[in-house]
């Protein structure tokens, strides 16, 4: 099982948070910007893409009991975010791709098919 350091490694992921939670095992991978629907829908140890960067955000990571939350296009992490993700142990990235190009990878890095 991959885990959330040798992911943002091999997709050359930008860290926008401290060194926290990269042990974390990655299961899988979830794409979304409607709060409420990732909350409801994310699977346990996914990798979040949004481009959410606020607070919420780390909430509904926090929540869902996401791996990580990667800003897909440069999308900005806030600075309360940034201190909520923190203070919770959820690291956060950043990558230039697009939401699919980054789910791509992920899924071809995981071995996995489409559901």
Request: aromatic share 4%; net charge negative; with cysteine.
């Amino acid at each position: 099982m991959m885990t959330v350091s040798e992911l943002s490694k091999t997709l050359s992921l930008v860290s926008k948070t401290d060194d926290i939670g990269e042990d974390k095992p990655v299961t899988g991978c979830y794409i979304g910007d409607l709060l409420s629907w990732v909350m409801g829908r994310a699977p346990d140890g996914c990798v979040w893409i949004t481009v959410m960067g606020n607070i919420n955000a780390v909430a509904v990571a926090q929540l869902a009991d996401i791996s990580c939350i990667i800003l897909c296009e440069n999308a900005h992490l806030d600075d309360n975010a940034k201190s909520k993700a923190e203070l919770h142990g959820i690291p956060v990235y950043s990558s230039e791709l697009t939401a699919y190009g980054l789910a791509v990878k992920i899924s071809s890095l995981l071995g996995e098919s489409a559901r």
